[in-house]
């Protein structure tokens, strides 16, 4: 594998300023969203090929919302690119201060296989907004999808903006690393190859964004809107077969209302993927073999009170919740990244809590009650990535919320606005004034210290 010559094509548009103004940025943008557009078709077909993934699920959670992005951009693009202006303080005037927003550079960006086109272009939006030329690493185990994706950048964008490294496993990253020192690598995945992606970030001291993973937790109070609370766990959980890293990973309910809530979990699986006349048309299957086993191995843990079959053929898991387990259990400690749905009970918050720690930073917290109060003890209570109250995985919909991990589930965060500052460097600028110098700033300082105090205190 050898990236010097296109990579060398990348550093010198970018340093020969090719994506420096604000109208180069737009027409690349404009001409990214027409090529998205024009294959809309293509990107169907591709996602069912890979996930079994219908239009409609794939327009909601891929294509759809990479287009809001990317709209969102086109329009904000111009004022976010405008350096900000901040007070000067008192010692600096006559001044003034502005954070410039410059672009880093040469930039990488690999991503997963579970929104194979979200997460890949998601990120790339705010890495093109910010003028940077891009290297593009998609999941090995979406060939569909990538293919397209391919089309779409070759057809928007030339070889030294953008470089798409087709069909590679991890293999790659060496390869594109070792003669060449990248200005920020953006990484969404797993946890452990996070650590490793980190690492050889590091000795090249290349900033980094990590999205990563890690088990989120889904309290529901005695209090909760039950039916509402089944409603949106099922929908976040069973979406794409489980394979979300923001999905519900395990319950936690109140002792009193367990029963009824497994309950509407079961109601709700059964009207939004079973119903026997859409014939699976909303179900997903699993990405592959490996995490197929992997899954399967889950549900000798505790009891299945629904679901539990699975069908290799197909490689799909049916909606499965599971109650009576151990936190020993394997599917208490990793993070689940499927269709199965443990339900625990609680009778205090202080014993949830416990069990939440034992998995410190998810990704993200879910909390459905009707007390307001309680809601934001517990949003309190868990250091998580992001929260949602009365609701699970949405907060990433909004792009005002910048969407990111905590601790093991992540460094740094993006969409809207927050991908263009990810990808940008904040470089401070403070212009002085010449006319007014007073020598009382200058050595020798002897007797005023009194004034300085008085000045920068
Ligand atoms: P993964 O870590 O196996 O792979 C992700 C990408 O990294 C792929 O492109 C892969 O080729 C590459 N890769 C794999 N091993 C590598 C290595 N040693 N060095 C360099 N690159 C390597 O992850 P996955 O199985 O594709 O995705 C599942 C995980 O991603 C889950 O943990 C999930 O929670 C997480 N995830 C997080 C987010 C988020 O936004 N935080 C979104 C989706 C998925």
Known sequence: MEFDD????????FKAGGLKTYEQRKKLLKAFLASLQAHEEAIYTALETDLKKSPEETWLTENGFVQTELKLTIKQLKKWMKPEKVCTNLINLPGSSRIYHEPKGVV??????????????????????????????????????????????????????????????????PALMKNFRFDHIFYTGST??????????AKQLIPVTLELGGKSPCVVEKDADLDVAAKRIVFAKFTNSGQTCVAPDYILVHNDVHRQLTD??????????????????????????????????????GTIIFGGMYDKEKMQIQPTIIEDLSLEDSIMQEEIFGPILPVLSFTNTNGAINIINRNPDPLAFYIFTKDDENADLWINAVPSGGAC?????????????PFGGRGNSGIGSYHGRKSFTTFSHQKSVLKSSTWFDPKLKYPPYKGKLSMFKKVTG
């Open 6 to 13: 296109q990579l060398k094509e990348l550093r010198e548009n």
């Open 108 to 173: 990488l960006i690999i991503s997963p296989w579970n929104y194979p086109l979200n997460l890949l272009f998601t990120p790339f939006i705010g890495a093109i907004a910010a003028g940077n030329t891009v290297v593009l690493k998609p999941s090995e185990y979406t060939p569909a999808i990538s293919a397209v994706m391919k089309k779409i950048i070759s057809e928007s964008f030339a070889k030294n903006e953008v470089l798409y490294v087709e069909g590679e496993g991890a293999e790659v990253i």
């Open 192 to 201: 452990a190859v996070g650590k490793k992606i980190y690492e050889a970030a």
């Open 264 to 301: 509407a979990l079961q109601k709700y699986i059964k009207a939004f993927f079973l119903q026997p006349e859409a014939n699976g048309y909303d179900y997903g299957k699993i990405i592959n073999k490996e995490q197929f086993d992997r899954l399967v191995g889950y549900l000798g843990d």
């Open 389 to 401: 109250v009365n609701n699970a995985s949405v907060h990433l919909i909004n792009p005002k919320l």
